[in-house]
């Protein structure tokens, strides 16, 4: 195993660079981030391995890029038989944020094929240069990794609608618990169905969804408020804290109180 690192401390609003390298994985190439505070992005260069966010797993081999979600709990570990060689940067602030969204590339994990290995050196050597412009230059060099992505999100099916609108609904929702009947019912159609269609459009049931959005709520509240783990619990709709604080912990590996001293 081997890995060349970059660390920018020094780097502030609106685009934060924390770590960018190139890893040489092995089979005992293993991450694990619970309720991250960083938007990670990767491009496999060679071999294969799995890729686990808030509890979907995913295949990500050479050619793929990934995009791993701030706030959600990432798990990823290299093929033992045919290891990862990737390129790969931590990112946070204004700017990673604004261009996720503005192209659209929030909601997707996976980009198959992406094959974008020069653009990810480029951006590299350019963080690695020293110049005192590098941070704007890996700026616009990440707004156009980003906007190729982009391009290849427009490729995907588009959502259906009324997939998009339970998932709009769950999203208006965090603070209660919502069950599949009164989700089937904003599309009119029968529990079954509707659990049916959340599932093959987004790859999860609608109640893990959910569970995943309260647990991202949770994290930045123990992160950024003095909020007891009562109170928290309560405003996500658990009348018991105990049973929150289990499933808390079975989703971020700790508990609320243990996350918060953390942090």
């Not at 020094?10 to 981030?33: K, N, Q, T, V």
């Not at 060679?46 to 798990?75: E, F, K, M």
């Not at 769950?170 to 599949?180: H, K």
Request: include cysteine; charge should be neutral.
């Amino acid at each position: 195993m081997k890995e060349d690192l970059l660390y920018f401390p020094g780097w502030e609003e609106p685009f934060i660079l924390e770590l960018a390298g190139i890893s040489w994985c092995d089979g005992s190439y293993e991450i694990y981030r619970g309720c991250s505070p960083v938007w990670v992005l990767e491009q496999v260069v060679q071999g294969t391995g799995t890729v686990i966010v808030d509890n979907l797993r995913y295949t990500a081999s050479a050619g793929d890029c990934y995009l791993l979600p701030q706030g959600a709990s990432h798990h990823y570990f290299s093929d033992s038989n045919d290891p990862w060689v990737k390129i790969f940067m931590n990112v946070r602030g204004k700017l990673p944020a604004a261009l996720f969204s503005a192209y659209g590339l929030s909601g997707q994990v996976i980009f198959p094929g992406a094959c974008l290995e020069p653009e990810f050196r480029q951006f590299y050597r350019l963080a690695g240069s020293g110049m005192p412009e590098a941070q704007q230059a890996c700026s616009l060099k990440f707004h156009q990794i980003c906007a190729k992505l982009g391009g290849l999100a427009d490729d995907q099916p588009p959502v259906p609608p009324e997939a998009a609108a339970m998932k709009a609904y769950l999203d208006q929702n965090v603070s209660r618990l919502v069950s599949v009947a009164e989700l089937a019912g904003q599309i009119f159609r029968s529990p079954d169905y509707a659990s049916k269609l959340f599932k093959g459009t987004y790859g999860i049931t609608p109640y893990a969804y959910l569970l995943n959005r309260k647990m991202e709520l949770a994290c930045r509240l123990l992160q950024s408020t003095a909020l007891s783990v009562q109170e928290i619990a309560a405003r996500l709709g658990y009348e018991d804290a105990h049973y929150f604080s289990g499933l808390f912990r079975r989703a971020v590996g700790q508990t609320p109180s243990g996350y918060r001293k953390r942090g």
